[in-house]
């Protein structure tokens, strides 16, 4: 009979030492996007400020913001990939090291970290978050957007387990998202929808291209040879029956920038 699994410290902490040994680690969102999402905040970011990757996994985005020249510390809960941070990293002067108690930061990023913790520690680590802050620091974070879990669950024959393929346990959309962090104690100031996927430079090529052709359209429309047959036969000569669509990439991932609610 097929059963979901039931995650646990332990559980969680094996599954990611054990994706640390294989290739499925080159997925990571932060290898594929980091370049992108440091374009989209870094408005956000403090060029002589201090900077926390909180869920930093194997590194990729610690690495990007440190090779841009933005002091920066990592925690990540799971040794296995901390030690298999390479020597471009630790050695780096603008590398921080692992973020010790009592340590405050301008900006923390949690990049598609809330919907990997587990229910029990939610709480634990929005408090932990908050005590990371400094009085005006800023919250940075991602997710899925309306992720539907159960389609991105894999199966195990062997054991007949019915699990997430990347350990997600919650989905957000961008209400919930709103929610949950004004329950524990921020305050949101932007949340919107992102493309990270790796066709959203296609898609605004194609954006470009329809609005090339708008544009076209209303030189012709307002052409002499287009006015003149529109007095003569009343019809517009510029219409056509079947208008481009509009193109818009998907919005996989939700990016909420906010700050601790001030007492």
Known sequence: MIKAIRWTPELVDKFWSGVAQTRLAELNFSRQNAEHLIELIQS???PQ???LDFGAGGGDLLKALIDKGYATAAY???QARVSRFPADITDHPKYLGQVPNGERF???LMIEVIEHVLEQNLADVFRQVKSLLTDDGTLIMTTPNAEDLELAAAY???CETLFHRWQHLRSFTAESLRALLSQHGFECLSLSETD???IRT???DLRSLNEEVKAM???QERSVWVRVKRLITGKNMAAREHQPRFLQGPCPALLYIGRKVRS
Do not use: A, N, T
């Open 217 to 219: 359209r209303w030189r």
């Open 196 to 198: 990270f996927s790796s």
């Open 202 to 204: 296609i898609v605004e």
């Open 156 to 158: 195990c024959p062997q």
């Open 106 to 108: 301008d900006v923390v």
């Open 76 to 78: 990540e809960p799971v």
């Open 44 to 46: 956000y970011l403090k």
């Open 49 to 51: 400020g201090r900077h």
